[in-house]
């Protein structure tokens, strides 16, 4: 092959993006290793060992975010493709608004995170919030969606999948059209009904996207940060903790080493969790 | 494939340590130059950009006027935020001239040997008054002087419902207590609880101080070295059971844990609840918002077990601080020195009224004080007052407004509180190389 191709430039081009991604990219990751092991003050640090680590697992209120980061990411991705799926078939049929009726389902994606976190957190004020006023009309005591420990991670989650239904639903519609109509014609001769075109035909065929909206919405849950901090900072308490926004307070409580601790630990998750999920979803794949 | 992946892996790592790094970008900093042309010398200043800066900018156009040196201020974010932004400009020779920031544990965490200018030997260090010159000094060494008035912490009270209900106000825990009670008898809230801002949670265990200190007055001592544990000092554990007895006793308003601190002070002013416990710097917003019911909030301290003790847990102000490696160090202690003569005073609080006693010694307050700051002044004549735990010892545990809200909401008990707060106070003594632990 490299016979055949002329190389008219000298690898040296790459050397301004080359030190970029050096500099800024390979050296702090290699860095966060070495810090997560360390006392740091920004500019003065002590080697020792293992101990932040052994901090961030045993502290109740730092591990703490591992077990809410699973449930909010185990949550809000079991419902995006659930509901995302729903959608995708309603939204891949030939109706006459369907245009507005998918820029409805998709429009929230498009919103900032903070604003939308804001927003419902005022809707979910349990005395004067709207969720609870419309529930209070029709005769029903809401509950308290962001104070009551036991549902205020939930509550996050739900506004989550409101928030990022829109692009599963997308992924899906993409996938569904992708399924040629052979399938259904087939369906059609065989006598097949509707629940069979969706079990046999839609299901199977638009695996390839569904696997890209678990992986997406799972990564995306393991990481999340901003819509928690815009609706909870974390509480109750420490009730609606993730990874994240325990990192982060580490980092503004001046602990350096420790949240770089954390990061670390925060990157062993998700690769711990997303590679086998992917190696997993991708055995499973079928060819069209 | 397997190189995608990996590369991939690489990327999001680094990835994840630039977001943290993203955290603490820094503006530039004109450090002090001298004009050629005018003489003129500009001090470079850098404040949180919460803070009411009238106050301080009649001074400063005084101090222009007088003796010719300018002052630029530089904005940073307040809380969390604003102290990376600190420790990251100190960390990499880029703070301004002057700094505002925090005193006591806050201050003393900024390795003030190797960042400040020492000004113990200034005459006008003198004046500061002692609780507020021990927080602006590490070492025996003072490094700043106070930026405004003290204020105090404690508990805010509705007067025209304390009238209603024939109520006094009181001098113990249990009067305070059976006060509560009737005023939950007559249907109104006792205690105005706004959890949904964490830090407002502390209060009640941070106002505590003055009880704790009358009980065990080596506590902030022990206390740094290791000595002493909240969980197992009783004095200081009872802290945390006030906090816990106010929620058990279902005093707090229904939805306090939907309510943030702006909707508490409305609920204190509008009569809706009766107590609120709070600093005193919420008196200029209460002016802002509720100038009219002003006259009917009150101010009373925390109450301990007996009347005899009863007595003022004081915040110190901020200060302002000189960078060691100021170019104009002369000329930033004149500022220093005009900051707190009487003249400075009066400026500052014809723009800003106090939200507390003076921490100058002899500068005197003018008439039209707040009501509650008036309620405040015979705890410092008769020296009933303890700086809050946070001025005495450095060690401050970051995660106290969570837990606080987890032993005032009946989340965790008293006790389990406490042990969770001693062991986050651990991670702060190591991180700041304490002896001892």
Same mark, same amino acid.
């Given at each position: 092959m490299t016979n055949l191709?002329?190389?008219?430039?000298?690898?040296?081009?790459?050397l301004p993006a080359g030190i970029i991604y050096f500099v800024f990219f390979l050296l702090p990751t290699i860095m966060s290793f070495f810090f997560s092991m360390t006392w740091w003050t920004l500019t003065d640090w002590k080697f020792i060992g293992l101990e932040n680590f052994i901090t961030f697992l045993t502290e109740p209120s730092l591990n703490i975010g591992f077990k809410n980061t699973i449930i909010y990411a185990v949550v809000t991705c079991l419902l995006k493709v659930i509901l995302g799926l729903f959608l995708g078939v309603f939204l891949s049929q030939k109706l006459k608004t369907i245009g507005f009726v998918r820029s409805m389902v998709f429009?929230?994606?498009?919103?900032?995170t903070v604003a939308v976190g804001m927003a419902f957190a005022m809707m979910m004020h349990p005395t004067q919030g709207l969720i609870n006023t419309a529930l209070k009309i029709v005769g029903i005591a809401g509950p308290d969606w962001l104070g009551d420990i036991s549902i205020a991670l939930l509550s996050v989650a739900l506004v989550d999948v409101w928030k990022g239904v829109g692009m599963a639903t997308v992924i899906f519609i993409a996938g569904i059209m992708s399924i040629p109509e052979d399938y259904y014609e087939a369906l059609a001769i065989d006598g097949g009904n509707s629940f069979h075109k969706f079990w046999n035909i839609i299901v199977p065929l638009s695996r390839p996207a569904m696997n890209s909206v678990i992986i997406l919405a799972f990564i995306g849950g393991l990481r999340s940060f901003d819509l928690v901090w815009a609706m909870t900072k974390g509480g109750p308490g420490f009730s609606t903790d993730l990874i994240a926004s325990i990192i982060y307070k580490q980092y503004q409580g001046g602990f350096y080493g420790l949240s770089t601790a954390g990061n670390v630990i925060l990157f062993i998750v998700v690769s711990a969790l997303a590679f086998p999920l992917y190696a997993f979803l991708n055995r499973k794949e079928v060819d069209l | 494939m397997k190189a995608k992946k990996k590369i991939f892996a690489v990327l999001s790592s680094a990835a994840l340590f630039a977001g943290i790094l993203a955290g603490c970008s820094s503006n530039d900093s004109a450090s002090g130059d001298k004009d050629e042309d005018s003489g003129q010398v500009t001090l470079t200043l850098l404040v949180d950009?919460? +803070?009411?800066?009238d106050g301080m900018k009649a001074v400063t156009d005084a101090i222009e006027e007088k003796y010719d040196i300018k002052t630029e201020y530089e904005l940073r974010p307040g809380g969390g935020e604003g102290d990376n932004l600190v420790k990251t400009r100190l960390a990499t020779g880029d703070m301004t001239d002057l700094m505002a920031y925090n005193s006591g544990s806050l201050f003393q965490a900024l390795n003030p040997e190797q960042n400040f200018l020492d000004i113990s030997e200034e005459p006008f260090v003198e004046t500061i008054m002692d609780d507020a010159k021990e927080a602006l000094s590490s070492n025996g060494k003072v490094y700043g002087i106070p930026a405004a008035s003290f204020m105090a912490g404690g508990w805010f009270y509705n007067k025209k419902i304390y009238e209603e209900l024939g109520l006094s106000v009181p001098k113990t825990w249990d009067e305070l207590m059976s006060n509560n009670e009737k005023i939950k008898e007559a249907g109104k809230t006792a205690v105005i609880g706004s959890?949904?801002? +964490?830090?407002?949670?502390?209060v009640i265990v941070l106002a505590d101080n003055y009880n704790v200190l009358q009980q065990h007055s080596t506590f902030a001592e022990d206390f740094t070295a290791n000595k002493a544990k909240i969980a197992d000092t009783p004095g200081a554990l009872s802290s945390f059971e006030k906090l816990a007895e106010v929620y058990d006793k279902g005093y707090l308003n229904e939805d306090f844990l939907a309510t943030g601190y702006e909707a508490g002070l409305q609920k204190l002013a509008e009569g809706e609840g009766a107590h609120y416990p709070m600093l005193s710097f919420a008196l200029p917003m209460l002016q802002a918002n509720y100038a009219e019911e002003l006259e009917n909030i009150g101010f009373f301290p925390q109450?301990?077990?007996s009347a005899d003790e009863n007595g003022l847990t004081v915040w110190v102000p901020g200060g302002v601080f000189v960078n060691k490696n100021t170019e104009h160090p002369e000329e930033a202690k004149k500022w220093m020195e005009f900051f707190v003569s009487q003249e400075g005073n009066d400026l500052y609080n014809a723009k800003i009224k106090p939200?507390?006693?003076?921490?100058?010694?002899g500068v005197e307050l003018s008439d039209d004080v707040y009501g509650a700051v008036k309620d405040m002044l015979p705890y410092f004549e008769s020296d009933k007052t303890a700086p809050a735990l946070e001025f005495l010892s450095p060690v401050k545990g970051p995660n106290l407004p969570q837990i606080a809200v987890e032993v005032g909401s009946g989340i965790s008990k008293a006790k389990a509180g406490a042990e969770l707060y001693d062991k986050d106070v651990e991670k702060q003594a190591k991180q700041l190389g304490l002896e001892g632990w």
């Open positions: 191709t002329n190389r008219s430039y000298t690898y040296y081009f790459l429009f929230p994606t498009l919103l900032s | 950009n919460q +803070s009411n800066l959890y949904k801002d +964490s830090w407002t949670a502390q109450p301990g077990d939200q507390g006693p003076p921490a100058i010694k």
